[in-house]
């Protein structure tokens, strides 16, 4: 978590000044892990995993019936929603404040 929130900080204070990454490029990006997960994960491999999984998961819940204020439809529409808010000025100040002190480098 100190990695990512160090590289987060360096990168919003880089990007909100109007300058480029001061981050080092990666030796190996995403999608090279992902053709080397791929490559990896094939064959009898993936045949033991699927089965390990398919062990855990069996007689679980398709759904997780967790507490809500309404009924889930019959049918999801998969439409979110959006919350506006406006803030105080003071407020801001202050939120802006603690995630400067936040923002110092972890140790």
Do not use: K
């Not at 490559?39 to 967790?66: C, I, K, N, S, V």
Request: aromatic share 10%; glycine share 8%.
């Amino acid at each position: 978590m100190g990695i990512l929130f160090n590289e987060l900080t360096a990168l919003y204070g880089a990007f909100a000044a109007g300058e480029h990454s001061p981050l080092p490029e990666l030796a190996i990006q995403y999608a090279d892990f992902a053709v080397w997960q791929r490559q990896w994960l094939a064959g009898e491999r993936l045949e033991a995993e699927l089965d390990y999984w398919r062990r855990r998961l069996d007689g679980m819940p398709e759904t997780l019936a967790l507490p809500y204020d309404h009924p889930r439809p019959a049918i999801g529409s998969f439409r979110g929603a959006e919350q506006s808010s406006v803030l105080e000025a003071g407020l801001v100040r202050q939120l802006s404040a603690l995630t400067r002190r936040a923002a110092r480098p972890c140790r």
